[in-house]
């Protein structure tokens, strides 16, 4: 962070808002009662800041008072209160509007239930005035809630809430400050934001995107998701009954086997597989963990590599995990999937394969056997040209002698095969020689890269937004 974040406890924030003298505002909230304006009561002063508490917890009052819908604990149902809150809010008090700073908070939120049948979750959001009299900002927050104690749950409610108003007018422009404030006070075991959007006048379009790299870059999700059109995502929603095809790599830049590793692929599952093909889902995966060690690496480094990757008219995904395994057990836990394929290329596959000495290495390698044989998953594995520049795939591949024969069990088990159909004449680019050959503004470069992304590429270099003249320590790919 530029400094250190300044340690205030939740009531301290309360009161230091409380006592804001142009802060007011209304707070609606369903679902876990009303923990967060229960704060700001308890702080005291809180009459200069609260013009408004309401808890709709009823279905049909609240449909009464917000238009009904589908899915009480839902985006829709969170911005419709924000919409209503705050229509009425600048309406009433416009005699007020030019000293005041308006805002309504809202949340909409599943404790878990007697029975402990469900997972806590919902959705919190805030739509504020940065200066009076001027159209508001909105930020909207998705949590999950991994604990099954409900007085733990409304707590960690109760100070999120409070660390997402405080954030919303002290820290809009610090996308670092703002999300490492949304997690004080809080035991982040218990805690997962896998979703943030902050819109209006104030932010750039690609506001939202930072703020939701700073998740992943804090720990506090494991995954976010960026759409073909450059949205964010909720994975749960999107990866829902798909055949998810994932291509794990660095992307610096994408090129033409890059393309074909996708295309590939996705052709497999269709022909070989009997996958219905508006069911299969191609998307790219970009993890931290990669670049671990190089701090000066900035989040506008991912955002290109975003770019580029929409521009091949995918979407990605970028997470916290290192190892194979662990994303895979990830994904079989988290979403509900038809089934997980992981593309890997031959020079990937290697490095968690080869004859290492260290039981870690070994260790990680059969957890990624096990991983993928344990639901409908596989590897699909792309091939190589060999020294003949013959094509090269499983068959040449050297095995430890402690994982050949359940490798091969793998591999007649269809857990593990070959890409077929691959075009050869592709595989002699290489990504690390396109890339030194545009940093030495070199022209070869050109026919190695999908032309649709040539003008993404471009603009990036003429702005000096270097796709990455940083060389990225490897993992096990």
């Given at each position: 962070?530029k400094?250190?974040?300044?340690?205030?406890?939740t009531?301290?924030?309360?009161?230091k808002?409380?006592?804001?003298?142009?802060?007011?505002?209304?707070?609606?909230?369903?679902g876990?009662?009303?923990?967060v304006?229960?704060?700001?009561?308890n702080?005291g002063?809180?009459?200069?800041?609260?013009?408004?508490?309401?808890?709709?917890?009823?279905?049909?009052?609240?449909?009464?008072?917000y238009g009904?819908?589908?899915?009480?604990?839902s985006r829709?149902?969170?911005?419709?209160?924000?919409?209503?809150?705050?229509?009425?809010?600048?309406k009433?008090l416009?005699?007020?509007?030019a000293?005041k700073?308006?805002?309504?908070?809202?949340n909409?939120?599943?404790?878990?239930n007697?029975?402990?049948t469900?997972?806590?979750?919902?959705?919190?959001?805030?739509?504020?005035?940065l200066?009076?009299?001027?159209?508001p900002?909105?930020?909207?927050?998705?949590v999950?809630?991994?604990?099954?104690?409900?007085t733990?749950q409304?707590?960690?409610?109760?100070?999120?809430?409070?660390n997402?108003i405080?954030?919303?007018?002290?820290?809009?422009?610090?996308n670092?400050?703002?999300?490492?404030?949304?997690?004080q006070n809080?035991?982040?075991?218990?805690?997962?934001?896998?979703?943030?959007e902050?819109?209006?006048?104030?932010?750039d379009?690609?506001k939202?995107?930072r703020?939701?790299?700073?998740?992943?870059?804090?720990?506090?999700?494991?995954m976010?998701?960026?759409?073909?059109s450059?949205?964010?995502?909720q994975p749960?929603?999107?990866?829902?009954?798909?055949?998810?095809?994932?291509?794990r790599?660095?992307f610096?830049p994408?090129?033409?086997?890059?393309?074909e590793?996708?295309?590939?692929?996705?052709?497999?599952?269709?022909?070989?597989?009997?996958?219905?093909?508006s069911s299969?889902?191609?998307?790219?995966e970009?993890?931290?963990?990669?670049?671990?060690?190089?701090?000066?690496?900035?989040?506008?480094?991912?955002?290109?590599?975003?770019?580029?990757?929409i521009?091949l008219?995918?979407?990605?995904v970028?997470?916290?995990?290192t190892?194979?395994?662990?994303?895979?057990?990830?994904?079989?836990?988290?979403?509900?999937?038809n089934?997980?394929?992981?593309?890997?290329?031959?020079d990937?596959?290697?490095k968690v394969?080869?004859?290492?000495?260290?039981?870690?290495?070994?260790?990680?390698?059969?957890?990624?056997?096990?991983?993928?044989?344990?639901?409908n998953?596989?590897i699909?594995v792309?091939?190589?040209?060999?020294?003949?520049?013959?094509?090269?795939?499983?068959?040449?591949?050297?095995l430890?002698?402690?994982?050949?024969?359940l490798?091969?069990?793998?591999?007649?088990?269809?857990?593990?095969?070959d890409?077929?159909g691959?075009?050869?004449k592709l595989?002699?680019?290489?990504?690390?020689?396109?890339?030194?050959?545009?940093?030495?503004?070199?022209?070869?470069?050109r026919?190695?890269?999908?032309?649709?992304?040539?003008?993404?590429?471009?603009?990036?270099?003429?702005?000096?937004q270097t796709?990455?003249?940083?060389?990225?320590?490897?993992?096990?790919?």
């Amino acid at each position: 962070m530029k400094s250190q974040l300044e340690q205030l406890s939740t009531r301290e924030k309360a009161l230091k808002l409380n006592l804001q003298p142009t802060t007011y505002g209304v707070f609606a909230e369903i679902g876990a009662g009303q923990e967060v304006v229960n704060h700001f009561f308890n702080a005291g002063a809180a009459s200069g800041t609260i013009a408004k508490a309401i808890s709709a917890y009823d279905m049909t009052i609240s449909d009464s008072v917000y238009g009904e819908t589908q899915k009480y604990v839902s985006r829709e149902r969170v911005e419709s209160m924000l919409d209503v809150e705050y229509h009425d809010l600048a309406k009433n008090l416009s005699n007020r509007a030019a000293q005041k700073h308006f805002f309504v908070f809202a949340n909409t939120i599943e404790t878990i239930n007697f029975q402990k049948t469900n997972q806590g979750q919902g959705w919190l959001g805030i739509r504020y005035q940065l200066t009076p009299n001027t159209p508001p900002a909105t930020c909207v927050i998705h949590v999950i809630l991994h604990n099954d104690d409900v007085t733990i749950q409304r707590k960690i409610i109760g100070d999120l809430g409070v660390n997402l108003i405080y954030g919303a007018f002290e820290f809009s422009h610090d996308n670092e400050r703002f999300i490492e404030n949304l997690k004080q006070n809080i035991n982040t075991d218990y805690l997962e934001v896998n979703y943030i959007e902050m819109y209006g006048n104030e932010f750039d379009s690609k506001k939202s995107i930072r703020l939701s790299l700073q998740l992943v870059k804090s720990g506090l999700t494991k995954m976010i998701m960026i759409g073909k059109s450059f949205e964010i995502l909720q994975p749960m929603n999107s990866l829902y009954k798909k055949d998810v095809v994932l291509v794990r790599g660095r992307f610096k830049p994408p090129t033409k086997v890059t393309e074909e590793m996708f295309l590939r692929s996705q052709n497999q599952l269709v022909n070989d597989d009997q996958k219905i093909e508006s069911s299969v889902l191609a998307i790219a995966e970009i993890t931290f963990q990669c670049f671990q060690d190089q701090s000066e690496l900035s989040l506008d480094d991912f955002i290109q590599r975003a770019e580029l990757i929409i521009g091949l008219g995918y979407s990605l995904v970028i997470t916290h995990f290192t190892y194979h395994y662990e994303l895979i057990n990830f994904m079989r836990s988290t979403f509900k999937l038809n089934s997980l394929t992981i593309v890997l290329g031959m020079d990937n596959l290697r490095k968690v394969t080869g004859r290492q000495d260290d039981s870690n290495e070994e260790a990680g390698f059969l957890k990624l056997l096990d991983a993928i044989s344990s639901f409908n998953g596989k590897i699909l594995v792309f091939p190589e040209l060999n020294h003949r520049s013959e094509l090269s795939g499983l068959a040449d591949l050297k095995l430890n002698p402690s994982v050949h024969h359940l490798f091969q069990y793998l591999i007649s088990k269809s857990k593990i095969e070959d890409i077929g159909g691959v075009n050869k004449k592709l595989l002699s680019i290489r990504s690390d020689r396109v890339l030194h050959a545009m940093l030495n503004n070199e022209d070869s470069w050109r026919e190695a890269v999908p032309d649709r992304i040539i003008p993404i590429l471009d603009y990036q270099t003429q702005f000096k937004q270097t796709i990455s003249s940083i060389a990225d320590k490897s993992v096990d790919r």
